[in-house]
Nanobody, 114 residues
């Protein structure tokens, strides 16, 4: 079992930045994947970014070049630095971990005003 607690969401103007954090309840060094999904109203949940246990990263096309995912194994935390935010980035962002099973955080709201 893994509990995930997200923080860092909020309201920001277009062009601004936010950093999301996701703290895991146990060591993350062995997790196959960690990442962030998002879900906007009326849309399917989509993968925003992920990072493997050895630091390989993936970014969705809509956020590539603006978002950066990182992990701090010593703090059992994964981060999502979001820059140049756009109104279309507005969504609930969910932390995700794959450790043979999938685990999800409770979600944090990100709202970008135009």
């Amino acid at each position: 079992q893994v509990q995930l607690v997200e923080s860092g969401g909020g309201l920001v103007q277009a062009g601004g930045s936010l950093r999301l954090s996701c703290a895991a309840s146990r060591d993350i060094f062995s997790f196959n994947f960690m990442g962030w999904y998002r879900q906007a109203p009326g849309k399917q949940r989509e993968l925003v970014a992920s990072i493997t246990s050895v630091g390989n990263t993936y970014y969705g096309e809509s956020v590539r070049g603006r978002f950066t995912i990182s992990r701090d194994n010593a703090k059992n935390t994964v981060y999502l630095q979001m820059n140049s935010l756009k109104p279309e980035d507005t969504a609930v962002y969910y932390c995700w971990v794959n450790d043979r099973l999938n685990y999800w955080g409770q979600g944090t709201q990100v709202t970008v005003s135009s």
